[in-house]
């Protein structure tokens, strides 16, 4: 889904795009938000494969305009203001794209980028930015930790649940955790259980805080059914709690790190990276029990995870394509074009993706392209890495 008020992806198409979504976000019970100064850490390492031959070492997942005119990750900054300003964020990302990332992000401090010496994993990301806030903004200063490449529909809502989490983060001397209502059986999503409610006059459905019962990191797709039917909720990938208790749950719970919070705490980045090993938050931490709380998030959030996600992130026209770049649709519904040269023109398909680079056509059912592990591995190397084979 496009933001409100947001500019849609340029292309032209048989159909007009069209807004199916009401223009408001629902209005829940108006919970206290935080005016303390929050932090945020932004997790964007990674190439993200499945977004070939779009993304490249050269040109990595964050960076790519899959949803705007902007970056993911431009956009995901942007989003966060006023709320947290540039200056407040931290980018957490990997030595091979570091350089992409500087040139892109010319709002953020060169301080702000945090380069990992290696990949470590977002748990160890965490503690790394849970530790530069503490240094400093002080041990107590709220932070959010989040992931770049998440879509939202209504960023004032957003931001306002970031400040509401905040509250109840400052409050409950708790993590919490945005929850989001599913929508479909989704296997690759983490999922929340919701428990007993922190205030009983404001359930979960009013927009009330609740306890977390279990926490369950890409299940079954029969698990996600039956925790969907029980109430469970998506986990947005959006944490939000002071930089101490960050810090002090990963170092009860999350073994991977424990031999390296001593170097970390003392300023030694080599020590700590050459003590831990590597593990995510959602399996590392949130798996293991701390006391988590969960605030539900209605701004139309989505997981810009595959290619067959954008038709869900972007805007469709009257018969379900999405379009960058220039094309035309006859007869044809559900397809997803990114076109960077030349006119890509469907007729009488369906349910296909068609990515055109400089010296590059890539076409495939949608439901094939959310596992592109075993194309890439039949490819040459040098495809993988440049699919164009350095083109204009």
């Known amino acids: 889904m496009m933001e409100r008020g947001a500019q849609g992806p340029s292309g032209s198409a048989s159909g007009t795009a069209t ?18 100064p929050l932090w945020a850490i932004v997790f964007a390492g ?7 031959p779009l993304s490249t070492p050269s040109r990595p997942k964050p960076l790519l305009r899959l949803v705007s005119e902007q970056p993911l990750l431009v956009d995901t900054v942007h989003r966060l203001a006023p ?6 964020v931290l980018v957490l990302t990997s030595r091979d794209i570091a350089p992409a990332i500087r ?5 953020v401090p060169e301080m702000n980028i945090l380069v990992e010496p290696r990949p470590l994993g977002t748990a160890a990301a965490l503690a790394w930015g849970a530790q530069e806030v503490a240094r400093r903004a002080g041990p107590h200063t709220l932070c959010v930790a989040m992931h770049a490449d998440l879509a939202v529909g209504y960023p004032d809502e957003f931001r306002r649940v970031l400040r509401r989490a905040g509250a109840v983060a400052e409050r409950e001397d708790a993590l919490v955790a945005v929850g989001v209502r599913p929508t479909r059986v989704e296997p690759g999503f983490g999922y929340i259980q919701p428990g007993a409610a922190v205030d009983a006059s404001h359930p979960l459905g009013d927009g009330g805080v609740h306890e977390v019962s279990a926490f369950v990191e890409k299940p079954s797709a029969a698990e996600a059914a039956a925790r969907i039917e029980s109430g469970a909720l998506w986990h947005a990938g959006i944490l939000v709690g002071t930089a101490t208790g960050f810090l002090s749950q990963l170092d009860e719970r999350t073994l991977e790190l424990r031999d390296g919070f001593d170097a970390l705490r003392a300023g030694n980045l080599p020590a700590f ?16 029990g701390p006391r988590l709380l969960v605030i539900p998030g209605d701004f139309e959030w989505d997981d810009v995870g595959t290619w067959a996600s954008l ?12 379009v960058v770049g220039s094309a035309h649709f006859v007869d ?23 990515v055109t680079l400089p010296g590059l056509t890539f076409v495939t ?18 495809m993988r890495i440049d699919p164009t084979g350095g083109a204009a």
Request: aromatic content about 2%; hydrophobic content about 40%.
């Open 83 to 88: 709320a947290i300003p540039a200056d407040r």
């Open 103 to 107: 040139e892109a992000l010319v709002t």
């Open 273 to 288: 990276v050459g003590s831990i090993r590597s593990v995510g938050i959602e399996r590392g931490l949130l798996e293991r």
């Open 311 to 322: 038709r869900r992130a972007r805007a469709l026209d009257d018969d379900g394509n999405g």
């Open 365 to 382: 059912p949608l439901e094939r392209a959310s596992d592109l592990k075993p194309l890439l591995d039949a490819l040459p190397g040098s």
């Open 19 to 36: 807004t199916v979504h009401p223009s408001v976000a629902p209005q829940r019970v108006a919970l206290p938000e935080s005016d303390a």
């Open 332 to 354: 044809a519904d559900s397809n997803i074009v990114h076109g960077e040269t030349g006119v890509v023109v469907l007729y009488g398909v369906s349910k296909m993706l068609v």
């Open 46 to 52: 990674g190439i993200g494969s499945r977004f070939w």
